[in-house]
């Protein structure tokens, strides 16, 4: 591929970082609305500990699917920060990493994806693969897997 398809295909990986993250903000936005209404739908019954404990159970539900809305954000912040319009010699976020055994794109942690046919690991830059390829280059080495790869391609 030219530097140019490189660039182009790099950009639509981070597009489709961008629209799953934003679909888990949106679930996440969902569940928390619903968590409220089934707390708020507990009605009081003569057994007053099950509506608290109802209460309750929503109310947690509600906060963990706050943390995830918050981490969520703070993903799509980072992703938005990532450059993916150049080409780089060496593994840093924004890089796509190719191997015999491998393709990996450090932009988000979306875990294991299919695109375009190929298979693709997206890695968050904070994953401790990332920071094990970190500043690896071309031709470079590294353990995965109990396995030591290289690093066929970088861009």
Avoid: W
């Avoid at 500990?49 to 109310?59: C, I, Q, S």
């Amino acid at each position: 591929m030219s530097t140019t398809d490189n660039i182009v295909f790099k950009n639509n990986l981070k597009q489709f970082c961008q629209h799953a993250i934003e679909q888990r903000i949106a679930a996440a936005k969902e569940m928390i609305q619903n968590a409220q209404e089934a707390a708020n739908a507990e009605e009081k019954s003569s057994a007053g500990d099950k509506y608290e404990t109802g209460r309750a159970m929503g109310h947690l539900q509600k906060d963990m699917h706050a943390r995830q809305l918050t981490e969520n954000i703070k993903e799509l912040a980072d992703l938005q920060g990532i450059h993916t319009d150049q080409v780089y010699h060496y593994a840093i976020a924004g890089a796509f990493i190719e191997t015999a055994v491998a393709s990996f794109f450090i932009a988000a942690g979306l875990g294991k994806q299919i695109i375009e046919g190929k298979t693709i690991f997206f890695l968050s830059p904070h994953a401790p693969l990332a920071v094990l390829l970190q500043n690896k280059k071309k031709g470079d080495s590294f353990i995965f897997m109990r396995d030591s790869i290289v690093i066929t391609d970088l861009y």
